[in-house]
């Protein structure tokens, strides 16, 4: 049995209070890149053990993961959790039921589709709000300083691609976003989503949750399930029960340059901690580089690539 797995079976039993022989089952779950986590089946009952990936610590505020994970349970999007430690990060959660990570292929089915939809809607558009503030440009700069610190030498790569950045931050910043500003998930890829045997949908995973512009969710979802020009058309619309404006649809594209230069910093960071992410870090520059092109050609601006 490896260190971390150990690790689960003692945690269980200090926090629910239970013998180690009612602990029946602990397997490691499909995906995550943030932190480590395990189904466990205890006394019958399924859960989910998380454990906080390396790093983190400097990368996640626990506290306010916790006041919005309570958030999302309370909309209905969020598994319930019955343990969560602010200083460690390690949470214990209920497990869905047969729930699967949403894919590409399951996402297009148009009961589905429509569904992924009505999710973001509904956290979107509560008249309840999260007490915290996403300041991308904060953490931007925050992940550049922690990546250089630790790898400047990989750091050169993007070195064009950040003064680009920081140019078209100007432009976004020219809108007034805090009348949009919602509850965002802010990492609304597709294995955060979680469908269970009677197509409901969950959000899972709210570490760097915030009040933020809800395209930013809307833009991660879109290159996560790399929707064709047609299909966010379709989204969209329906998400906004109208045809985006011009502003909108321009907020978007320069959000999807932003994400994913900010997701490469942290791909880059955490591979200093000792993960390994493959070629993920790169291939984001390199989409960043490819939104920030077309972003030209839409709107005729002088940017370099």
Known sequence: MNNNKEMVYDIIQATLDVAKETITHVERTPGGETNES???TVAGKKYVVRLPGKGT????????????LTFGTKLGINPAFVYFDERSGIKISHAIEAATPLTQATARDAHIFHKLIHLFQTLHETD???SNRFDLFQKINEYEQLAFAANSVTLQQIVPLRSEIHALQQVYESYDIVDVEAPC???SVIINILQDKTDNLYLID???SGMFDPLWDIAT???SLELNEEEEHYFLTNYFRRE????ELQRLHLLKIFLDYYWSLWYIYKETQGDNF?????ARIQRAKHHLATYKMAYEVDVVV
């Not at 610590?57 to 919005?68: F, G, P």
């Not at 493959?278 to 790169?282: H, I, L, S």
């Open 38 to 40: 395990y189904f466990a």
């Open 57 to 68: 610590e400097v990368l996640i505020d626990r506290s306010i993961e916790k006041e919005n």
């Open 128 to 130: 309840d709000v999260m």
């Open 185 to 187: 998930h802010m990492d």
């Open 206 to 208: 709210w570490e760097y």
């Open 221 to 223: 979802l879109i290159l």
């Open 244 to 247: 985006p404006t011009v502003d």
């Open 278 to 282: 493959g070629n993920k870090g790169t």
